[in-house]
């Protein structure tokens, strides 16, 4: 939809050019498990990406947490001295309470803020990082999928205390082609999907589904 309109104001002549932009439709994962608990989530935009590595590896002496995912969920720029920068994901594969996880986020200075207020606006209250492309109305590509960086190990063994979800572990293992991890896996293996637009507004769909059957990822598994 697009709205042209001209106005005059203080003998001045403006032209209102209005334009409905459609949403981009994309598919990501949850960080709940099927036992109602939580593995951390770390949304972190416009950041260097040493940066985002040094306040994963806090996170992990601080909170005691398991090897990390860092995903770049756009393309990677370069400032004048070299350094790399852009928007990046963190998965870690702790089994954590509610409160656990604000206590982390809140800890970590670099987490987009607008992540804490993400699940009480949500239907299914958890946290979702996205996945696949980004597509438009007519099936096109718009953002590609979030890109595997590296996995940041913890300093010390700590991590192993915890349970780990194996449901993420395993989905994320195939899809990004990961070398093996040495976690205390769980023994779960489901996980939930969301198909959603990033204006933020849900389509009212819910997937809950086992990892190895969910059609839009079924090619990551042969």
């Not at 899809?175 to 959603?196: A, H, Q, S, V, W």
Request: hydrophobic share 35%; aromatic share 16%.
């Amino acid at each position: 939809m697009r709205l042209n309109r001209a106005v005059k104001f203080l003998n001045h002549l403006f032209e209102i050019n209005i334009q409905r932009v459609p949403p981009l439709y994309t598919i990501g994962i949850t960080n709940e498990t099927e036992d109602c608990y939580f593995v951390p989530f770390f949304d972190l935009d416009n950041i260097y990406r040493e940066t985002a590595v040094k306040y994963i590896r806090m996170a992990q002496r601080d909170f005691d947490l398991s090897p990390a995912l860092l995903l770049c969920s756009s393309k990677e720029g370069k400032d004048e001295q070299g350094r790399l920068y852009g928007n990046y994901m963190a998965i870690f594969f702790d089994k954590l309470r509610y409160h656990d996880i604000m206590d982390i986020l809140r800890a970590v200075p670099v987490i987009d803020w607008l992540s804490l207020k993400m699940p009480p606006y949500y239907r299914y209250k958890s946290w979702v990082l996205r996945m696949t492309d980004k597509i438009d109305e007519e099936g096109n590509i718009i953002v590609a999928r979030p890109e595997y960086v590296c996995t940041v190990l913890p300093e010390s063994n700590n991590y192993k205390k915890h349970r780990h979800s194996e449901a993420h572990y395993r989905f994320l293992s195939k899809l990004f082609n990961l070398k093996p991890l040495i976690l205390n896996l769980d023994g779960y293996y489901e996980l939930t999907f969301i198909r959603y637009n990033t204006k933020g507004k849900t389509d009212g769909r819910r997937i809950k589904t086992g990892i190895f059957y969910y059609p839009e990822f079924r090619k990551e598994f042969r």
